[in-house]
Structure formats: structure tokens, C-alpha cells
T-cell receptor, first 114, second 114 residues
Framework: NAGVMQNPRHLVRRRGQEARLRCSPM?????VYWYRQLPEEGLKFMVY????????ESGMPKERFSAEFPKEGPSILRIQQVVRGDSAAYFC????????????FGPGTRLLVL | DQQVKQNSPSLSVQEGRISILNCDYT??????FLWYKKYPAEGPTFLIS?????DKNEDGRFTVFLNKSAKHLSLHIVPSQPGDSAVYFC?????????????FGTGTRLTIIP
């Protein structure tokens, strides 16, 4: 049973470009969470999605960031017009349902904005 | 507003001894707590969890204690092994509304001395 998959593992973008981060949850998991870890900090919640629905995006910056989890395919975190402050590790986690279920994390995508 | 706090950024413990990692929280709505272990350039790995209806949960060498009145939890690792050297994150969630986004502490770097 494969774990949570994220790609790419490393992504380099110049300021103003777009970054697309992908997350495939564990088999049988329909709940996806995205977190961001800035250098020397803990992980911060960004967005919670179920298939075709955004449940909670309270941790997402108001501009340039969007997320989706389509009926088919991976969840996508999209960052438009990246700035240097977007450089961070972005982690995706999945769980099978709500109700004190453990979230299992992917290896992360490390975004570097030049 | 740091709702989950890990006040010790680092901890060194002799191999074979007990490692005790501490975590404090301020949000009384949190009802589920988890510990994750993280190696550099990898995603967090789930270790152990505890629901607020319990005060102790044990899994092999790992035991988590929860003191609700003090809003404090701790992770005990005994005996400590070199492979336990990693950053440990405490996380909490409030599942009352079916949204189990995790709030993380800033982590404690554990070093096991051979």
C-alpha cells in the first residue's frame, strides 16, 4: 500500500512564475490537507479538501494561492506569481475520514524561489 | 498566537536512557493529540496519538501522557536509541466540526548520544 506521494520533490522557480505542487493521497483516503513549513518553524495548516470540495482554506494566503482536489487525479496546490517568501517545504497529508483519524504525510515539495 | 508550544528547541539524551519531550497547548477545544517524528528532507512520520478521554497511551517504546487540567502532554521514549535522533513535533486538533486540521508546535530536536 503506497504512502502519500508528492511531486516534484524539489522545485525551483524565478519570481513571477507559477508553481504547481501535486499530491496523491494514500489509497482509500479521501481527505487531503496541505501544510507549509518555513525554515526553522513548525508546520502551518493551509487548506483541507475532500473530493471536489474545499472544506477549510483559512490558512491559505488570500492571493496567489489556490488548491483543488478533483474527482479524478491528484490534489494540486497552485501558487501564482511566486515571491521569495514562498520558499518553503510544502507537505500534503491524507486521512480516510474524520473522527480522530491519523493524518499520514508525504515527503514534501521543497520550493525555492530565486 | 502559538496555540501549541514546545519550549525546548533541543534535547540530548544518552543511548539507553529515557527521553522526555514536552508540549503545552492553550486551546481547550483541542481533543486529539499526536506526535510526529521528522528526519531532514522527509515528511513527518506518525508516532503515537491520544484522545482527550484518555490520560495515557502506550505503543512499544513510546508512551504519551496527557494532563488536561494543565494542558500539557509529554512523549516518553524508553530506551532511547540512536535512530530516535530527529525532530519531534507535537500536534493537536479539534474534531468537533469534522475538520481535523492539525496545529503543530515548533518542534524539539532530539539527539541520542551513543
Amino acid at each position: 500500500n503506497a504512502g502519500v506521494m508528492q511531486n516534484p520533490r524539489h522545485l525551483v522557480r524565478r519570481r513571477g512564475q507559477e508553481a504547481r505542487l501535486r499530491c496523491s493521497p494514500m489509497k482509500g483516503h479521501s481527505h487531503v490537507y496541505w501544510y507549509r513549513q518555513l525554515p526553522e518553524e513548525g508546520l502551518k495548516f493551509m487548506v483541507y479538501l475532500q473530493k471536489e470540495n474545499i472544506i477549510d482554506e483559512s490558512g491559505m494566503p488570500k492571493e496567489r494561492f489556490s488548491a483543488e482536489f478533483p474527482k479524478e487525479g491528484p490534489s494540486i496546490l497552485r501558487i501564482q506569481q511566486v515571491v521569495r517568501g514562498d520558499s518553503a517545504a510544502y507537505f500534503c497529508a491524507s486521512s480516510p475520514r474524520t473522527g480522530h483519524e491519523t493524518q499520514y504525510f508525504g515527503p514534501g515539495t521543497r520550493l525555492l524561489v530565486l | 498566537d502559538q496555540q501549541v508550544k514546545q519550549n525546548s528547541p533541543s534535547l540530548s539524551v544518552q543511548e539507553g536512557r529515557i527521553s522526555i519531550l514536552n508540549c503545552d497547548y492553550t486551546n481547550s477545544m483541542f481533543d486529539y493529540f499526536l506526535w510526529y517524528k521528522k528526519y531532514p528532507a522527509e515528511g513527518p512520520t506518525f508516532l503515537i496519538s491520544i484522545s482527550s478521554i484518555k490520560d495515557k497511551n502506550e505503543d512499544g517504546r513510546f508512551t504519551v501522557f496527557l494532563n488536561k487540567s494543565a494542558k500539557h502532554l509529554s512523549l516518553h521514549i524508553v530506551p532511547s536509541q540512536p535512530g530516535d535522533s530527529a525532530v519531534y513535533f507535537c500536534a493537536a486538533s479539534d474534531a468537533n466540526f469534522g475538520n481535523e486540521k492539525l496545529t503543530f508546535g515548533t518542534g524539539t530536536r532530539l539527539t541520542i548520544i551513543p
